[in-house]
């Protein structure tokens, strides 16, 4: 349960100018809440027409749209310090994988300690030989025998995915047909080459808790956060396009419409792109990632599930367009009105960019591949949602000894980000939690 302001006696002696935190994503929401509990001032301003960043959700002809496929890991630590999963009625994956694969029927591959009718049908099912599952578990009990912070060590930070999956006996056929399907969908990056702490960390989240969307969408998340916030706090439609400073120090931002908002504090809580834009105008280079991972979904009606069932199905052919595909609706009932049913598939790298049109015929075809029994035809396309910043690029770190911090070069601003942990809503959490904690830091000094 989330401690909500009524949980909290706040008392706001501090008559000066708020901390100003711009953008209302996770990383800002979390920052604002633990400013507020601290006391203190705080002001989000959001350049769109609501609060959640990238994590949002549109509703359409009754269909819940979730701004690109996206879930929630129970198990994050930080972030579900900020939330009441009971009030979000959430709504669990089945702990498994449906592979296609080049040739013969779909397999299935669950996690039989979080379900026990998963055994069978993942030591049956052919997908993976019986040595890599027990590797598999093996893998399980390593993941889950680490804390966050160990997941992040220098030593596995400074190796890739794929040669870690390698030294641990893996073979090539799991590691092409599972894992590069699977953990391409959670980091954007069917290489493998993504440091082989993120693998770690996701699969102690994968083992430890349950994988899960809000019944109101993705986007519940967000405002749930919000809520925590008084409800002047929070101004959306208002775009920040410069920083302003005074003698070495941020003491505000400047709007579209000229106008100024003063500042003790400013904190950018905005995606890369618009974070080192922000603070170039004060002259700020930020110390952080540049590239950038994106995705594409791709969202169908129909009147039969095509892809049936709560398990995500995974596209290992090596010529796949489409990296998973769930009927969502399977999922989350409240996704799609009564008697309808929401697919989703999510296209990566070159393929993402390609125009609607022909990417909507090469996921048809996909789809058709992936469950045979479906008719194309069968198929409305109802939204192609682009989401060109989804992750910020996770390579392995030449040094991984040089952690990154909330703090930058200009007195005053701060940032708050996911790229101060991993590239997940537990970053971000972390992120926002960081850039807080470091402001009160300095208020103590």
């Excluded at 509703?59 to 198990?75: S, Y």
């Excluded at 993976?128 to 590797?135: A, H, I, K």
């Excluded at 489409?322 to 989350?332: L, R």
């Excluded at 022909?358 to 008719?375: G, Y």
Aim: hydrophobic share 45%; proline share 5%; net charge positive.
């Amino acid at each position: 349960m989330f401690g909500s302001p009524r949980y909290f006696s706040v008392v706001t002696t501090n008559t000066e100018s708020p901390v100003v935190i711009v953008g209302a994503g996770v990383a800002g929401l979390v920052a604002a809440i633990e400013l507020h509990r601290a006391g203190r001032a705080v002001q989000v301003l959001e350049a769109s027409p609501e609060v959640g960043g990238r994590v949002r959700t549109t509703e359409r002809d009754g269909f819940q749209l979730d701004h690109g496929f996206q879930v929630l890991f129970t198990a994050y630590p930080v972030l579900n310090r900020y939330l009441d999963h009971a009030s979000l009625q959430l709504r669990p994956f089945l702990p498994a994988a449906r592979i296609t694969r080049e040739s013969g029927p779909p397999a299935l591959v669950g996690d039989a300690f979080n379900d026990p009718t998963l055994f069978l049908p993942s030591l049956t099912g052919g997908a993976l030989p019986v040595t890599d599952l027990w590797r598999m578990l093996r893998l399980r009990q390593f993941a889950m025998s680490l804390s966050v912070d160990d997941c992040f060590h220098a030593k596995y930070a400074a190796v890739s995915t794929r040669a870690f999956l390698a030294s641990r006996g893996f073979s090539e056929r799991t590691i092409h047909g599972f894992f590069a399907p699977f953990y391409g969908g959670i980091l954007l990056d069917r290489s493998l080459t993504t440091r082989a702490s993120v693998l770690l960390f996701t699969f102690k989240m994968l083992s430890e808790g349950k994988t899960a969307v809000p019944a109101a969408g993705m986007g519940a998340v967000p405002r749930q956060l919000a809520a925590q916030l008084p409800a002047d706090s929070v101004r959306c439609n208002t775009r920040v396009r410069a920083l302003h400073f005074v003698d070495g120090a941020a003491r505000g931002v400047v709007l579209d419409d000229g106008s100024t908002v003063l500042a003790n504090d400013i904190v950018l809580a905005t995606d890369l792109i618009a974070a080192h834009a922000l603070a170039s105008t004060a002259g700020v280079a930020l110390g952080e990632p540049r590239a950038v991972l994106g995705c594409t979904t791709l969202y169908y009606q129909s009147s039969a599930p095509l892809l049936a069932g709560k398990a995500l199905w995974l596209n290992a052919r090596a010529d796949a367009v489409v990296s998973h595909a769930i009927t969502i609706s399977d999922v989350a009932p409240e996704y799609a009105p009564r008697g309808t049913h929401l697919l989703a598939a999510t296209v990566l790298g070159e393929h993402a960019v390609r125009a609607d049109d022909e990417l909507d015929a090469s996921v048809r075809t996909d789809l058709v591949r992936m469950s045979p029994s479906a008719a194309p035809a069968s198929l409305t396309r109802i939204a192609t949602w682009r989401v060109p910043l989804a992750q910020y690029a996770q390579p392995v770190l030449a040094d991984a000894s040089v952690r990154p911090t909330a703090r930058t070069t200009l007195r005053g601003l701060w940032r708050a980000s996911e790229t101060l942990h991993s590239s997940s809503l537990e970053g971000a959490a972390r992120g926002g939690q960081m850039a807080a904690q470091a402001i009160l830091a300095g208020q103590r000094a």
